[in-house]
């Protein structure tokens, strides 16, 4: 940096003293101890060599050389202001565009995005539904609902929900299964998901619920792989099969006895759902809503407890 550069810190804080005429009314305004701005006005003025104040026991005032100092300062920091209003203007008026799991594609997503249409009623919003993470330099995504482990480069991410999962299936097929073992023998719908190292949904389940014997019982992989839950969902209703989902899922299903699940042995996901945003891009005003509804809401939607 130029050493003609002051720290920028001392320069915010030089334009709120000088903006209030007051060191205690500057730090209430910055959220920061009166002896911080005390010592950033120092550092400041020892940075240019010269003070920029008179002082007396009880008050401050800019002497000649602050007063000149600070007419180009504050035209500066105006110009920051309204170069950022503008830009916050422009995005204000973009549309919102966010891009989700299929597995969340359902009644939850929109109503919460109605209440973003009842509070900003000419906001645009773009709506997209895929597993695969977001662009958002290309795509200009805003908000990404994603499952996963939560590594995702250039990005900010925040875990919103983990779930348990189990294989459920209709009412008629449990006629079929007398035990986990028989699970290799009934058509199995499998997820494009997959846990980690590469194993399938089934198989990781079956490590966990039954051991290394009914994985491998299980390792064959399906003829049938779908990538909506709220689809799998129809399926079993339709088909004569089983599908391992997040209860989260299929829990109205199971309190209406449409659905059952047939062994009741339920294992932690291996993945959570994360919200993810670009640590490039400021969220405009509908996105920084969304965000917050959907934070708010998943607990009721998953049955979480608080």
């Known amino acids: 940096m130029d050493n003609t550069t002051p720290p920028l810190n001392a320069l915010k804080v ?7 005429g007051s060191m205690s009314k500057a730090a209430i305004e ?19 060599g010269g003070d920029l104040f008179d002082r007396t026991a009880n008050a401050i005032a800019l002497n000649a050389r602050g007063k000149a100092y600070s007419k180009s300062i504050l ?33 939850w997503l929109a109503e919460q995005l109605a209440v973003i249409k009842n509070e900003f009623p000419e906001q645009e919003i773009r709506c997209e539904f895929s597993p695969a993470l977001a662009d958002f330099a290309s795509d200009e995504v805003d908000l990404a609902i994603r499952y996963g482990a939560g ?30 073992d028989d699970l290799g023998e009934c058509l199995r719908l499998d997820s494009v998901e997959s846990a980690p190292s590469g194993l399938s949904i089934w198989r990781y ?21 779908l990538q909506s839950a709220a689809f799998s969902i129809e399926v079993l209703q339709s088909v004569p099969s089983v599908a391992i989902l997040e209860r989260a899922m299929v829990q109205p299903h199971l309190d209406r006895g449409l659905l059952v699940s047939p062994f009741d042995m339920w294992v ?10 670009s640590n490039r891009r400021v969220l ?9 509804l959907l934070k708010r809401s998943i607990k009721d939607h998953c049955h979480l407890p608080e």
Do not use: M
């Not at 590594?151 to 079929?176: Q, R, S």
């Open 14 to 20: 030089f334009d709120a003293v000088v903006r209030f």
């Open 30 to 48: 910055l959220g920061i101890a009166p002896s911080s701005v005390t010592q950033h006005i120092r550092n400041l003025e020892d940075y240019v």
């Open 75 to 107: 035209t500066a920091f105006d110009s920051i202001h309204q170069a950022t209003g503008a830009i916050f203007r422009e995005i204000s008026d973009a549309p919102l565009r966010i891009s989700c799991v299929p597995t969340l594609a359902g009644p």
């Open 151 to 180: 590594d995702y480069p250039g990005a900010t991410t925040e875990l919103i929900y983990t779930d348990v999962l189990a294989p459920v299936c209709a009412p008629e097929t449990v006629a079929k299964l007398n035990g986990p």
């Open 205 to 225: 389940w079956a490590s966990l619920a039954g051991g290394d014997a009914l994985e491998k019982r299980l390792e064959a992989k399906s003829p049938w792989i």
């Open 268 to 277: 932690s996901a291996p993945y959570g759902y994360y919200i993810v945003t």
């Open 284 to 292: 405009q005003p509908s996105a920084k809503r969304l965000k917050a």
